[in-house]
């Protein structure tokens, strides 16, 4: 079993039944793993839909339907974001990196520039 969180892009590709890598999908697909999905990664989806930049529909918002799990932020989370190196200046992956390494959790992503930190990636 392996505890995973979804990165933002990941997650839209998911639903929107784009292609990710068979590693990614196998990790998000298999029924043993706990799939996560940050509430940073509904917060940036629901900013960049606000002005514009993002056009999906509601059901991106219905992680409960994939069987993938909401993960809230606390104030430890923000505090490790916070004090990560600048390796990458985007805040949400910059919480999704805190969250991942605060709870062992594997991070799903396309980004390879966040490979500079710590946390367990598995790239989509």
Known sequence: MVNVLLDTSVLLRWVAGQSLSDSAVGAIADPENAV???????????????LGKLRVGNEVFDI???????????????????????????PFDRM???QALARGLVLVTSDR???????????A
């Open 96 to 98: 999704l990196v805190a």
């Open 64 to 90: 409960d339907n994939d069987g993938f799990e909401g993960l809230a932020i606390d104030a430890a989370d923000a505090r490790l974001a916070g004090e990560l190196p600048r390796h990458h200046r985007d």
């Open 113 to 123: 520039r966040l490979a500079s930190y710590d946390a367990k990636m598995l790239f």
């Open 36 to 50: 996560f999905v940050s509430a940073a990664t509904i917060w940036e989806i629901s900013v960049k839909r606000s």
